[in-house]
């Protein structure tokens, strides 16, 4: 148990906001890769929200990279 908090407390996380084309597919909890200009990620999305009337949904995602 000791080990698991510390583990949390010394992790390193990572949020990315975005909006995109809407897609009613993903979700809270989904797994998604990332790409950037010149890396990857995988991150998992926290928020979302998609508009009734069409348009850009917007979002934001987070990631966790324990140190060891």
């Known amino acids: ?4 908090k510390l583990k949390e407390v010394t992790a390193l996380s990572r ?4 909006n995109c084309i809407s897609n009613p597919a993903l979700d809270v909890g989904d ?3 990332l790409q950037f200009f010149d890396s990857q990620e ?22 966790v990279q324990y140190i060891e």
Not at 1 to 4: I, L
Not at 15 to 18: A, E, G, L, T
């Open 31 to 33: 797994i998604v890769l």
């Open 15 to 18: 949020s990315v906001s975005f």
């Open 42 to 63: 995988i991150h998992m999305v926290d928020q979302l929200q998609i508009p009734l009337l069409g348009g850009e949904m917007t979002g934001t995602t987070k990631t």
């Open 1 to 4: 148990a000791a080990r698991q």
